[in-house]
């Protein structure tokens, strides 16, 4: 059971690129969140989704975006890279009742240069 | 204890001892809490939880205690480990009023050999 998987671990984008983080989980969770943590921050909500074909921005979505065509892929999409989306990234997913909270993955660290 | 800023709160503590690491959070409504362990480049994993309805639940070597009144969660680690070295994270969610779970900063604990 791999749980959340997301790739790449590390990118280096240059300012105005473009790419896309990937998100995988294997447990048929419903819900699925896209998070960033700064250090010294706690975790920031970017988009979630309660469901396929059911997205939602959170805290902090400008500068993102996400698609959720299937249960197990929560794609995010950054356009124009910014040096202030230097961050790592982490996403999760949960099951439709709270208990356990969520599971997350390993985290993207992406910086913007 | 946690709070929002650019410094992580810090704990070092002797191996074998016990470590307390509070967290003030922010909804009075809340009524579902998690602990979170996150290791250097890691996603956070959970630890522990604690519903409204109770004031105390204890895990193997953790204790969680909540106190609604000043809205205080802590956790407590039994017989402190250098594998428990690590940032731990406590969030808060509110059941019917939103999808997500809101997180503190984080406290940085050292565990020293």
């Known amino acids: 059971n791999a749980g959340v998987t997301q790739t790449p671990k590390f990118r280096i984008l240059k300012i105005g690129q473009s790419m896309t983080l990937q998100c995988t989980q294997d447990?048929?969770?419903?819900?699925m969140y896209w998070y960033r943590q700064d250090p010294g921050m706690g975790l920031k909500l970017i988009y979630y989704?309660?469901?396929?074909?059911?997205?939602d921005k959170g805290e902090v979505p400008n500068g993102y975006n996400v698609s959720r065509s299937t249960t197990e892929d929560f794609p995010l999409r950054l356009e124009l890279a910014a040096p202030s989306q230097t961050s790592v990234y982490f996403c999760?997913?949960?099951?439709?009742?709270?208990?356990?909270?969520?599971?997350f993955g390993s985290g993207t660290r992406l910086t913007v240069v | 204890g946690e709070s929002v800023g650019l410094h992580l709160p810090t704990l070092s503590v002797q191996e074998g001892d016990n470590s307390i690491i509070n967290c003030a959070y922010s909804n009075s409504a809340s009524d579902y809490f998690i602990w979170y362990k996150q290791e250097s480049g890691k996603g956070p994993q959970f630890i522990i939880d604690i519903r409204s309805n109770m004031d105390k639940r204890q895990g193997q070597r953790v204790t969680v205690l909540l106190n609604k009144t000043v809205k205080h969660l802590s956790l407590q680690i039994a017989a402190t480990q250098p594998g428990d070295s690590a940032v731990y994270l406590c969030a808060e969610n509110l059941e019917n009023t939103g999808n997500q779970f809101y997180f503190g900063t984080g406290t940085s604990l050292t565990v020293i050999p």
């Open positions: 999760a997913s949960r099951q439709t009742t709270r208990g356990l909270g969520y599971t």
């Open positions: 989704s309660v469901g396929a074909g059911i997205t």
């Open positions: 447990m048929n969770h419903n819900y």
